[in-house]
């Protein structure tokens, strides 16, 4: 089966569906939107910019910029005048599809991928379009603005079949527009966990460390946890907090400076999924305040690892977690309710033996990276 995927080809999810694709022995092609790394075992990849993402740059340069402007107003910029960068994004991508002429050309996520592929396809009916919404998709972006809510509608009603990481998704999606009669299938974002990577630790770790591995995104409540953060450690100044991909970050260090947490938190770099699930293995707790989220990759990883989770409560996440039972879920824009969960979970060894053995099962059962390609392979052959 010949596929073109068309994602942020930086994205450690997309690589990681991607790469189960050509572990699985299709032909696959890559138009990313952003500058990346080649990946292994793609025939042919090609730059494709669109929604200004060809002004993003690597480095510590861009995260200056990106902590200097605001990430909400940069997210906010970009769904104002991302949609009207698409028509002229457009010709270039249907260009790289009628080279390939592959089978399949799959969107992993609607703004500003799907988007630009279901513009790239409109006079082509013969290639199928895949769709992959990422927890945010809808209940972000689609209702942002008036433009973002058209070219939502429009790759939707443009779609084949559409992959979700939630349920709720599903629901969602047919309410913007696919079709009743498009298949339609939930599986983790990235594919699965890779149980050869993150797995839980011999023990439960002896220090108190929480972990927020989310790093700076404009719908995660960074600003709480810190808040949290501050109380947290009041109560127990034995706790300590891991940040990844926060180094460096000026917002990050002025909230560490802000609440006093100077050597209670490490804010660190971005990590490799290895070095990640390292961190996973140190953590007693993992924490995601997020307001819009599907299932978080990071979520799940953690779970895996041995973490206890406690996160926004969202509909997406009660598909997965149980409050009280393997996990905790409050108001995410509420510190003083994630500073007493945080206690509580620090503070009930039972509550967290139970969720890890609850957790690893989950995990087993429904996010197994082998089993998950499986199934979704046989999902994608069956709409050639």
């Not at 270039?92 to 799907?114: K, M, N, S, W």
């Not at 913007?176 to 439960?204: H, K």
């Not at 770099?269 to 070095?275: F, G, I």
Request: net charge neutral; proline share 7%.
């Amino acid at each position: 089966m010949k596929i073109l995927y068309v994602a942020d080809g930086r994205s450690p999810t997309a690589r990681n569906w991607i790469g189960g694709f050509i572990e699985r022995g299709h032909d696959v092609h890559l138009a990313t939107t952003f500058v990346c790394e080649a990946l292994p075992g793609v025939v042919s990849m090609r730059h494709t910019p669109v929604a200004f993402s060809q002004m993003k740059k690597s480095g510590a340069g861009g995260a200056a910029r990106k902590a200097r402007a605001g990430i909400g107003a940069l997210t906010r910029a970009r769904q104002l005048l991302g949609p009207l960068t698409i028509p002229g994004a457009a010709p270039a991508l249907t260009a790289h599809i009628e080279e390939v002429q592959p089978d399949i050309v799959h969107a992993l996520r609607i703004p500003y991928e799907g988007m630009l592929a279901a513009a790239a396809l409109k006079d082509d009916a013969r290639t199928k379009l895949i769709l992959s919404v990422w927890g945010n998709d809808f209940t972000l972006h689609a209702p942002a603005t008036p433009l973002m809510a058209v070219h939502t509608r429009r790759a939707l009603r443009r779609a084949d079949a559409l992959l979700a990481d939630a349920a709720r998704d599903l629901r969602l999606a047919r309410q913007w527009g696919l079709a009743d009669d498009a298949p339609a299938a939930v599986f983790p974002g990235g594919g699965g966990i890779r149980p050869e990577v993150f797995y839980p630790p011999a023990a439960e770790p002896a220090a108190a460390l929480i972990i927020n591995p989310r790093g700076l995104r404009a719908y995660v409540r960074n600003d709480v946890f810190f808040a949290a953060a501050a109380r947290v450690h009041a109560a127990r100044p034995d706790v300590r907090f891991a940040c990844p991909a926060m180094q460096s970050e000026p917002q990050a260090e002025a909230w560490v400076a802000q609440h006093g947490l100077a050597g209670v938190v490490e804010l660190l770099p971005k990590l490799s999924q290895a070095e990640l699930a390292g961190w996973f293995r140190r953590a007693l707790i993992v924490c995601s305040p997020s307001e819009h989220d599907g299932t978080p990759n990071t979520l799940l990883e953690a779970l895996a690892c041995g973490c206890f989770p406690v996160a926004g409560d969202i509909e997406s996440l009660h598909e997965w977690i149980t409050p009280g039972e393997n996990g905790l879920l409050l108001p995410p824009a509420d510190a003083g309710a994630l500073a007493a969960a945080l206690l509580h979970a620090l503070d009930d060894s039972a509550l967290r033996a139970r969720a890890r053995e609850h957790n690893a099962r989950l995990v087993a059962e429904r996010a197994s990276y082998a089993a998950v390609m499986a199934a979704a392979e046989a999902f994608v052959t069956k709409l050639v």
